[in-house]
């Protein structure tokens, strides 16, 4: 089957066509500036040059069209027609307790994501978009909704619950969800399988350390709990965004500073993480490395603040199972990164670990990276979130 995965933002939209069986990616892009100006779509075939298409793009609907277009076109196409796209997959960030899997999506569906929205206000909205954008222009294809919160609703309560009032969770769902789900799911999963066993005999520990990133641990096949929260802002200090610090910050800074909670909130996704912690250096762990290299001292206060965070989270989860048989590490800084990964598997000694330093350096493939005798099983896995969904697609048409 043919599976075009969707992921829209509030400007953005990326696609993958990818054939299920093959598992072969037939053509990926992005859609950037949807809405402002200066729009274009960066559309690569498998096989052949990429092309950039500057055009006026008002809204998703143009944008889904062009997508189908660039598809089906005479010289950089990679299908004859539409009837060759089986189905959609459309990645949705929150999913709520409402949906703790993939779904077909119908128009109680469409709903119950809409009404999720004050939970995820800048995602949802877009996601629908998406898919509404898909049924107007695809008429008659299946569009598939996967969530990023649906694996960790097997979180436990005192996993999920903060030490708020009751009521703020029986109001407004106030809770911890997680997010990246699709990743943890897929990578606990074939964590398992690179050492022939099944991920329902094992503990396993996933850090997804990409421009956003989180951990989670996966305990006899389920997520028992994982650092993101309400919204992706909690857990492990990231790119831009900050992850745990004490609340009482917010108002101290608001007072400080003269701002308003909403303008504190962006601070704390966009300003802060490494690229704060670096005096606003960069948010990219290749500018940072080299910068440290280079003996800047923020550099290099991001990234040991950066690896001991990593490496505090790996400890509580691992009091959390009482035990860990696989630490995996993905996303782009854990597939590319010496330096992080280096730096977080320097705390890692006390559970017996023991890693190899120059497989430490090999970039981008499934990898093990302990030596045969280290206590505990530390790999490199590469995530594939578009092949994760084009599955889950699958699976239900
Ligand atoms: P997201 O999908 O959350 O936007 P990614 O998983 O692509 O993010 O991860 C982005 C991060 O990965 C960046 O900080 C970048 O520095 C790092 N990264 C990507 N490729 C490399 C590389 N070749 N070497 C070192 N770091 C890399």
Excluded: W
């Excluded at 889904?64 to 990679?78: E, Q, R, T, W």
């Excluded at 948010?283 to 923020?298: I, P």
């Excluded at 990593?310 to 990164?337: C, F, H, P, R, W």
Aim: hydrophobic content about 35%.
């Amino acid at each position: 089957m043919n599976i075009l995965v969707i992921n829209c933002g509030s400007s953005s939209l990326k696609y993958q066509l990818i054939n299920s069986d093959s598992e072969e990616v037939l053509a990926k892009g992005l859609v950037e500036r949807i809405g402002i100006d200066g729009s274009q779509l960066t559309h690569t075939p498998a096989g052949k040059d990429k092309v950039v298409i500057k055009e006026d793009i008002p809204d998703h609907n143009k944008a889904v069209k062009l997508v189908i277009d660039a598809l089906v076109d005479g010289s950089h196409g990679v299908i004859k027609s539409l009837s060759e796209i089986d189905a959609v997959g459309h990645r949705v960030v929150h999913g709520g307790e409402k949906f703790n899997k993939a779904v077909l999506v119908t128009d109680e569906v469409m709903k119950d994501i809409e009404e999720l929205s004050s939970l995820a206000p800048l995602h949802n909205p877009a996601n629908l978009i998406g898919i509404r954008s898909c049924q107007t222009n695809m008429p008659g294809t299946p569009n598939v909704a996967v969530f990023d919160t649906a694996f960790h609703q097997t979180m436990p309560e005192k996993a999920y619950m903060y030490g708020l009032p009751y009521e703020y969770y029986e109001k407004y769902k106030v809770r911890r969800y997680g997010f990246h789900g699709t990743s943890h799911d897929f990578v606990s999963k074939h964590a398992a399988e690179l050492i022939g066993k099944d991920r329902k005999d094992l503990k396993i520990i996933v850090c997804h350390l990409g421009n956003g990133a989180s951990v989670s641990a996966v305990q006899n096949g389920q997520c028992v709990d994982t650092s993101m929260g309400l919204t992706p802002l909690e857990g492990l200090i990231m790119g831009t965004r900050s992850g745990d610090m004490d609340p009482a910050i917010v108002d101290f800074i608001c007072q400080k500073e003269g701002i308003t909670a909403a303008e504190m909130n962006t601070v704390l996704n966009k300003k802060s993480g490494v690229y704060g912690l670096s005096n606003y250096a960069s948010s990219d762990f290749r500018d940072l490395s080299e910068l440290e290299e280079s003996g800047n001292k923020y550099a290099k206060l991001a990234l040991d603040t950066y690896c001991y965070r990593v490496a505090k989270y790996i400890g509580s989860y691992v009091a959390a199972m009482q035990g860990v048989d696989i630490i995996a590490l993905t996303a782009g800084v854990g597939e590319n990164n010496y330096r992080a990964r280096r730096g977080i598997c320097d705390y890692l000694g006390y559970l017996g670990v023991t890693v190899d330093d120059e497989k430490l350096k090999i970039r981008g493939e499934d990898l093990i990276v302990s030596t045969p005798d280290s206590k505990v099983t530390v790999m490199i896995v590469p995530t594939n979130e578009e092949l994760a969904i084009a599955k889950q697609t699958v699976e239900l048409v």
